[in-house]
Structure formats: C-alpha cells, structure tokens
C-alpha cells in the first residue's frame, strides 16, 4: 500500500523560496509519477506539478510554470518541490499523491494514494 508524507511547509514572506518534499513508501517508488497539487481555503484543489516516474518529464500549472521546480531521488524516494518567489496567493495546503499514469498526471481522479498535507503561507 503507497504511502507519502509531505513535510518543509512553513511561512514565508513574498518574493521567499522554499522547499516541501514528498516521502514515498509501500511499493517501487520508480513505477510511479508523482504530482503535487494545492488547495486554498475556499477554493478547488487545483494541480502543480507533476514528474514521471523516471523523472524524464515534468509538467507545471500554468500559475507557477517559472518559478516552481520539481525533481526526485529515485534512491531516497523523495520528491522535491522547490518554491522560488513566492506570493500571496501560493499560500495553501500542498498535497503530493502517486500515480500510475503519466497520461493523466493532471487529473486528481487517477491518483491512486495521497499525503496528508502541508501548509505554506506566504505573507504580503
């Protein structure tokens, strides 16, 4: 049974980085594409980022494409999501979930296991 932790949410200031990372278990981490995806109050838990299960491939959502990056460690099984000037409006509960399909690594129904969150506030 997948099972993925987040953790390194936190409060930053605008115009901050920071990293949040994705521990992964119970199954081959290398079979799997990994997406993160974030929910703010109020609002649809909307896609991030996605890397396939080689790391070959990445795709981001359109409001972060150029400041977001993210890569995995196949050995640690662990992805990164490394945050760079951040705002406002990035604050939010940041999830990362396993799936094995990177045909569908936007679509939250094909994921099969999720984390539990992290939050990250970004302060004006």
């Known amino acids: 049974q997948v099972q993925l932790a987040e953790y390194g949410g936190g409060l930053v200031q605008t115009g901050d980085s920071l990293k949040v990372s994705c521990s992964f278990s119970?199954?081959?981490?290398?079979?799997?594409?990994i997406g993160w995806f974030r929910q703010a109050p109020g609002n649809n838990r909307q896609f991030v980022a996605g890397?396939?299960?080689?790391?070959?491939?990445?795709i981001y959502g359109g409001s972060v494409e150029g400041r977001f990056i993210i890569s995995r460690d196949n050995a640690q099984n662990t992805v990164n999501l490394q945050m760079n000037n951040l705002k406002p409006e990035d604050t939010a509960v940041y999830y990362c979930?396993?799936?094995?399909?990177?045909?569908?690594?936007?679509?939250?129904?094909?994921?099969?296991?999720w984390g539990q969150g992290t939050q990250v506030s970004v302060s004006s």
């Open positions: 979930a396993a799936s094995k399909s990177w045909r569908w690594v936007k679509y939250q129904s094909k994921y099969e296991a």
């Open positions: 119970g199954a081959n981490f290398d079979d799997y594409t």
């Open positions: 890397i396939s299960d080689g790391g070959s491939l990445t």
